[in-house]
């Protein structure tokens, strides 16, 4: 497959032209869903983008999208891009200074809020940021001054401009160049210092038309309908909607997580992207449901998902299901595995997993069950997607093979390089970074993996020590370390982990000198520090630590539980360096137990 020469919204314009009167959407209206076309959705989008030209919006210049999953983010991201700017993602749950250094650092001129709440966020950090001239809300009535205004207010101009000059929106549109800046997605380094990575028009519009081709091989017919949830400001939710545009499948809309199995009983699509998290949840849930019921049910379970892991490895080897399993299978899906696909809706033919390992054993259990997960592996400097698992060849355990045209190579070292048309430009302002990160064409992606003879990959390890949770956020470990140990008199040392995992959590040890005066001020003097880290009232200043270090954090960073260490790591086993840095793998392969009670049953 060659580099495309289209941009976004040459396929969003195709979309609307080939298909105007097909369902786009259905989002949440009352108590049931409101259906759109894509000829009502370019509408709506000609609105907001011509209200931007009517601001003076540049080529290239950026219009922050600060709002959860919903319609407005998608029309405020198009009407954006199609006016010939370019769009940058802030989470709902940024803090303000993680907001107002995406907004100062990328210099957006426009910003999208979903509320009231968020649109505070901005204006508490207004004085830091000279370049942002208004911020149009999605809900609320807006400030008196006009610097925050409706989002109604710009489609109401954009309306006028548009009848005024009916053909400027598609002529801004098709004039967008494919080497155009589209989006800048910030995603933390190791410092957790956040880095902006520019992505072209060209890079998205290739990862559309490489997921097209292999959706062709894999007979994927128009009768798909998507449910989606995810986070928009993630490249994955991008990455999926440019997909959208050249297949044309409608999408159920909803990023309210609390409505997630509600809807997809209502909804029934026949697909859904999903982070692991979402897996081991159900996993858990159904395993906890079937304890509830007593041990029969329970043992009924095991025995259906045992029949349907059987079948199922015998397909995914290339051999037939006997007449005797085929018999206990029919039975088993009776039993249990056909409630368990019920609870999807009953339609579902596949989930698409990204943004983070996914256990095997997890994928075994629902293959077992008839659901098939198609994991597959990226991240924001190549648009979000890089390899992916097709249904007629599904290899657990691996993140599948790379999208036609584009190259994956092993490093000595092991860590995984990627070439193609769906790379970044580089990083915003960072030069330095852009040159470590993109060498002689290749993207050096910090993990570690192998590719077996079929050109799958499965990736082993990171590099460097940035975690990554199951929810697929990243978490700087040393920075949180480093907080921590200042925040609270009592810490010595702190080992953050949490990668693959459902949350952050923290092995601490106990500075002996601190606690030991605590203690006798309290009472307690003469006792050793193991028995002090047991009692509850030495916990609970560990603890205080802990909260005052979360309350500066993003709730998917925050560290959810700890363990206390009566001593602290030492060089003599082989847990520090002789600068004292922490040795990971061998401290939490040594505290594997403890680490391991900290997330329950998991």
């Known amino acids: 497959m060659t580099r495309t020469a289209r941009s976004l919204c040459q396929l969003f314009l195709d979309r609307i032209v080939a298909t105007p009167a097909a369902e786009a959407f259905r989002v949440p209206h009352g108590e049931g869903w409101r259906a759109l076309s894509w000829g009502e959705v370019g509408e709506r989008v000609a609105e907001v983008s011509q209200g931007l030209l009517g601001l003076g919006l540049h080529p290239e210049e950026r219009c ?3 709002s959860g999953t919903r319609l407005e983010w998608l029309l405020a991201d198009w009407g954006v891009l199609c006016a010939g700017g370019a769009t940058t993602t802030i989470y709902p749950s940024s803090t303000p200074e993680e907001t107002e250094f995406i907004l100062r650092d990328a210099g ?28 149009f809300l999605f809900e609320g009535h807006g400030s008196a001054d006009g610097f925050v205004t409706p989002l109604a207010a710009l489609c109401e101009a954009g309306r006028a401009r548009r009848a005024a ?25 190791t410092t957790g210092r956040p880095k902006g990575v520019e992505l072209t028009h060209a890079a998205w519009a290739y990862e559309a038309e490489a997921v097209l081709e292999v959706a062709e091989s894999a007979r994927l017919d ?55 998290r979402v897996f081991e949840k159900v996993h858990n849930r159904i395993l906890a449901r079937a304890r509830e019921g007593g041990r029969a049910r329970l043992a009924v379970l095991r025995w259906a998902v045992g029949v349907g892991r059987a079948a199922s490895r015998l397909r995914r080897a290339g051999r037939e299901v006997g ?15 056909r409630k368990i696909r ?13 943004s983070a390992p996914l256990a095997v054993e997890i994928a075994e259990f629902f293959d077992a069950c008839g659901i098939t997960i198609l994991e597959g592996w990226g991240l924001t400097e190549a648009a979000a997607i890089v390899t992916v698992n097709v249904p007629w060849k599904v290899k657990l355990g691996t993140v599948g093979a790379a ?20 790379l970044m430009r580089g990083y915003h302002g960072l ?30 390890d990171r590099k460097k020590d940035l975690i990554k949770t199951s929810g697929g956020k990243y978490v700087a470990p040393q920075e949180l370390e480093t907080r921590l140990k200042a925040l609270s008199p009592f810490v010595s040392q702190v080992l953050v982990h949490g990668d693959r995992r459902k949350y952050v959590t923290a092995l601490l040890t106990a500075e002996p000198v601190a606690l030991r005066a605590w203690a006798e001020r309290h009472g307690l003097a003469g006792a050793g520090v193991e028995e002090l880290v047991r009692r509850p009232e030495v916990l609970a200043l560990f603890q205080a630590g802990v909260d005052r270090l979360n309350a500066t954090l993003p709730r998917y960073a925050t560290v959810k539980r700890f363990a206390v260490l009566a001593h602290d790591f030492s060089e003599a086993e082989g847990e520090v360096t002789a600068t004292q840095k922490l040795r990971r793998k061998v401290i939490e392969e040594r505290h594997r137990a403890l680490l391991d009670g900290l997330y329950g049953e998991e």
């Open 165 to 189: 000059d009916p053909g400027e929106f598609e002529r801004a549109a098709r004039a967008v160049r494919h080497e155009q800046l589209a989006t800048l997605i910030y995603t933390s380094g």
């Open 323 to 337: 007449p005797l399993l085929r018999a206990e299978l029919a039975l088993a899906d009776r039993l249990a595995l």
């Open 342 to 354: 019920a609870a999807f809706g009953g339609r579902l033919q596949f989930f698409v997993s990204g």
């Open 222 to 276: 128009g009768e798909l309908l998507q449910y989606f949830w995810l986070p928009l400001a993630h490249a994955f939710g991008k990455a999926i909607g440019g997909v959208q545009l050249v297949l044309g499948f409608p999408t159920a809309l909803d990023g309210r997580v609390d409505r997630v199995v509600e809807n997809l009983g209502a909804v029934r699509p026949t697909f859904m992207c999903a982070v692991p």
């Open 431 to 460: 030069p330095e970074a852009t040159a470590e990160a993109l060498r002689d064409g290749w993207l050096h992606t910090g993990d570690v993996g192998t590719l077996d003879a079929d050109g799958y990959l499965t990736i082993t």
């Open 403 to 422: 999208l036609p045209g584009t190259e994956l190579r092993i490093a000595e070292d092991g860590e995984v390089l990627v070439r193609g048309p769906g």
């Open 64 to 66: 922050a999208v600060f």
């Open 108 to 135: 957006v001129r426009f910003a999208f809020a979903e509320n009231q709440e968020l649109a505070e966020r901005i204006l508490s950090r207004r004085d830091g940021l000279p370049a942002l001239e208004k911020v």
